[in-house]
C-alpha cells in the first residue's frame, strides 16, 4: 500500500500562511504520504510552519520546492486539482471520495500529484489547466470554506482508505503518458491546427480548451500519445511545403 | 438533511488550545453541523478561538460550555469516544466510516453526541465509559496523531457524506433510550448485583464494565429499558426484606 501513497504528491501551489504548509505535513503523515512539493512557498522566519507540523518535520525537510506549477507536475502521470468550484475550461469536477481510488491505481503506475491553490484566491485558470481533473470535497453550499490543512486532511484520508481498499481491478500493463508527453501533444495538436488555419489565432473560439477536455477525459497511455502524435506529422508533412 | 446534522453534537472535553476550537467550529460549519459543547474549555484571552474559526464565529457564539462531561451528554440518545487506540471496557472500535450512517440514524430520532478528548491525554477512562461505542480514524500507524480540528473536520465530512446517501433503512418508530435513562438502568443494575452479592464490592472483578460493554452494543429503545427496570425491581424484591 504505501509503495502507492508514495508515489502521490501533495503540491501546494503559492500557499500565503506557513501553518497550513505544516498543518498540510502534519495531515498528509498522519495517512502515510510523504511527498510535499511546494510552488513559492511562503516565507517562514518565525518556524511556524514546523510548530504546526507537530512531529511531521521530516516531510518539511523532505519538501522540494518550486518556482512554477509545471516543474511540480514534472513526471507525473495524473494531476489533479482540488477546487471549490466548476471551472472551464476543465471538465466537471469529481467529489474526493470518487477520484481517490482512480488516483491510487495510477499511483501503481507512476507518479500522481494532487494540487492545492492559494488560500484566498485558489488556482489561476493557468494552473488549473495543468491539471487532468478537478476534484472537490462536498461542503455546505453556505459556508464551503475548508482550511488548507483541514483540505489535505479530507483528501489524504480518502487516498488512504482507497489504498486500503481491493481497489479497481488492475491496470492495462502499458505506462501511462507523463504530463510531459502530454502537454509536447496538446503544443503538437495547437501547432497542427494553427498550421492547418483550423485554429484562427485571432478568433480562436476555445478550440484548444476544448480539444484539452477532451483528451484530459482519457487516461492516455504513452503509446496512444506516440500514436496521436506520429499522425499528426504524417497529416502535416503536406503543410510544410505549403507558403 | 440538515435536521439530522443539526441533533449531532461536537463535544470537546478538555481541550487545551484554544486554537483547535476555533478549528473545530470551522470544521463543522464547513459540513453543515451546528452544535459545539465545550467541557472546560480552555482560556482564550488573544481571541484565538474566534480568528482561526474565520467565519464559523456563530458556532462558536452558540457554543455549550459545561463542567463536566455527563452534561454535554444530557439528553442524548448515542454518544461515541473518539479514539486512538482499543480501551477497555468499551467494545471494539468501529472507524469513522462505518459509524457515521449508524451516526445519522440515530440522529434521526434524537440527540446524537460524537466526544473527542483533550490533544495529549484523550479521555479519561471515566469520560470514554459514558460512551456507547469507541470510533477511530485510520491512521498511519508510525505516525498516528492526528491535529484536534483535522480529525473533527474527517469526523464531520464522513458525517455530512452519510447524511447526503440514502441512508439506513428506516429506523423503528420506538424511541430510543435517553443518556439519563441508560445510566440510570446502569445504576439499577449496579445496585441488584451488589443488593444480591452478585457484585462482591471488595472484588468486582470487572463485572459492571462487562455488563455495560454487553448492554452498550444494543441499542437500547426507552420501552426496553423501562422492561429491563421493571424486571429488576421484580427480580429484587425478594431481596428488600433481608437483612
Redesign the interface.
Known amino acids: 500500500m504505501n509503495g502507492r501513497l508514495d508515489r502521490i504528491r501533495i503540491v501546494l501551489a503559492r500557499t500565503s500562511h506557513p501553518g497550513n504548509v505544516g498543518?498540510a505535513a502534519?495531515?498528509m503523515?498522519?495517512?502515510?504520504l510523504s511527498q510535499l512539493w511546494l510552488v513559492q512557498p511562503p516565507a517562514d522566519d518565525a518556524g511556524v510552519a514546523r510548530a504546526r507540523a507537530?512531529?511531521?518535520d521530516d516531510i518539511l525537510d523532505a519538501a522540494r520546492v518550486c518556482r512554477r506549477l509545471e516543474e511540480a507536475l514534472s513526471g507525473t502521470a495524473f494531476a489533479v486539482a482540488l477546487t471549490t468550484r466548476r471551472r472551464e475550461p476543465l471538465p466537471p469536477p469529481s467529489w474526493m471520495?470518487e477520484a481517490a481510488p482512480r488516483l491510487v491505481a495510477a499511483a501503481a503506475q507512476g507518479e500522481v500529484a494532487l494540487v492545492f491553490g492559494n488560500e484566498q484566491a485558489g488556482l489561476s485558470n493557468e494552473e488549473a489547466a495543468l491539471c487532468r481533473l478537478p476534484v472537490m470535497?462536498?461542503?455546505?453550499p453556505a459556508?464551503?470554506?475548508?482550511?488548507l490543512?483541514?483540505a489535505v486532511?479530507?483528501a489524504c484520508?480518502e487516498l488512504?482508505?482507497a489504498a486500503?481498499e481491493p481497489g479497481l481491478p488492475p491496470a492495462p500493463d502499458n505506462p501511462p503518458a507523463t504530463f510531459e508527453e502530454i502537454r509536447h501533444f496538446y503544443e503538437h495538436l495547437e501547432k497542427a491546427v494553427t498550421r492547418t488555419g483550423f485554429l484562427d489565432p485571432a478568433h480562436p473560439k476555445r478550440l484548444m480548451p476544448r480539444l484539452r477536455r477532451l483528451f484530459d477525459r482519457v487516461d492516455l497511455e504513452r503509446d496512444e500519445v506516440s500514436l496521436l502524435r506520429g499522425m499528426l506529422k504524417t497529416f502535416l508533412k503536406p503543410w510544410e511545403k505549403v507558403d
Not at 503523515?29 to 502515510?32: C, E, L, P, S, Y
Open positions: 498543518a502534519r495531515a503523515k498522519t495517512m502515510g507537530a512531529g511531521a471520495r470535497i462536498p461542503a455546505n459556508y464551503s470554506s475548508l482550511n490543512g483541514a486532511q479530507v484520508y488512504r482508505l486500503l
